[in-house]
C-alpha cells in the first residue's frame, strides 16, 4: 500500500468518526450549579446527605433510614422510580438549545448498535462539552445521593449522557432492549405535552405514559427490559443519563486476574 493511498484511508476514517463540537448559546445552560434543579428535591438532597455519610461511616453495620429523598421520589413498579428532577425553566431553555443545535450538529444513531435499537441522538460528551460539565455536575451532587438512598451504592460515572429524539420521521418508537453500558438508566423528558404518543413499556411490569417535563425515570438497567413507546405527533426529546461505577468494574476486575 503506497502513502497515498494509507493517507486516504486515514483521512477517511477520521471523517467517519469526526464529530462536530457545538458551542452552547446560553450561559445558563453551561453553569454547574444548582438553578436547574427542582428546588424540593435538591432541599431533600441536602438534608440527605449527613443521613448518607453516617450510613457509610457505619460500614453497612446499621440500616440506612428513610430519608427525605424518600418523600419526593415515588415508586412506580418495583425497582422503578420518578423524581421531580429539573425545573421546567431549565427544560424549556434546553429545548430553544436544541432548535439552535440542529443546525450545526445532527442528530444521529449509534452505530454500535444495530438498526432497531438506534435512536437518533446527540452524544454530550463528544458534541456538547459545556453541556456535559453541567450534567456531571447534576449526577455528583443529586443522582448519586439519590442512588445512595435508595439502593445504598455510587453509580456517578457516565457512561454516556445524550439527547434522545423520537419523531415520525427518523425514529417513532424503541425496540425492546437493556442499557448495557449502564447500571442505572435516567431518562428525563423535556417537552412532555408538545407531542402525543410516547412513554416508556417495561416488559416485566407494563406501560408508564409520558413523565411530566423535567421528571427523572430511574431503574436498574440490566434487570429492566424496556422499550420506547410510539409517539403519535410531534418531537419527543428526553435527557438521558447511562451510569456506572468505574471504580467497582476495575476492581472486579482485578480480582480475576
Not at 182 to 201: F, K, R, W
Amino acid at each position: 500500500m503506497n502513502l497515498y493511498v494509507y493517507t486516504n484511508i486515514i483521512i477517511k476514517n477520521y471523517m467517519i468518526n469526526y464529530k462536530i463540537m457545538y458551542e452552547l448559546k446560553n450561559y445558563l445552560l453551561s453553569m454547574q450549579s444548582h438553578w436547574m434543579i427542582n428546588q424540593p428535591t435538591y432541599k431533600a438532597v441536602q438534608e440527605t446527605m449527613p443521613l448518607i455519610a453516617k450510613y457509610k461511616a457505619g460500614s453497612g453495620q446499621e440500616d440506612m433510614p428513610k430519608t427525605p429523598i424518600h418523600k419526593v421520589v415515588k415508586k412506580i413498579y418495583p425497582e422503578i422510580y420518578k423524581v421531580p428532577l429539573f425545573r421546567k425553566h431549565f427544560c424549556n431553555l434546553l429545548i430553544k438549545e436544541i432548535e439552535l443545535m440542529k443546525r450545526e450538529i445532527s442528530f444521529k444513531g449509534n452505530a454500535e448498535e444495530d438498526r432497531l435499537r438506534q435512536i437518533p441522538e446527540i452524544v454530550l460528551k463528544e458534541q456538547v462539552p459545556e453541556l456535559y460539565r453541567s450534567m456531571w455536575f447534576v449526577v455528583q451532587s443529586v443522582l448519586n445521593p439519590i442512588f445512595n438512598a435508595l439502593w445504598q451504592r455510587d453509580c456517578a460515572d457516565p457512561s454516556t449522557i445524550q439527547i434522545a429524539n423520537y419523531n415520525l420521521v427518523d425514529k417513532k418508537q424503541g425496540a425492546w432492549h437493556h442499557d448495557d453500558s449502564a447500571e442505572i438508566s435516567v431518562v428525563v423528558p423535556l417537552n412532555t405535552g408538545s407531542y402525543e404518543g410516547g412513554g416508556t413499556a417495561f416488559h416485566n411490569y407494563g406501560e408508564i405514559g409520558p413523565l411530566p417535563t423535567g421528571h427523572a425515570l430511574m431503574f436498574p438497567s440490566f434487570i429492566n427490559l424496556h422499550k420506547g413507546l410510539p409517539v403519535v405527533t410531534g418531537d419527543r426529546y428526553l435527557l438521558v443519563f447511562w451510569l456506572c461505577d468505574k471504580q467497582r468494574t476495575v476492581d472486579l476486575y482485578e480480582s480475576v486476574l
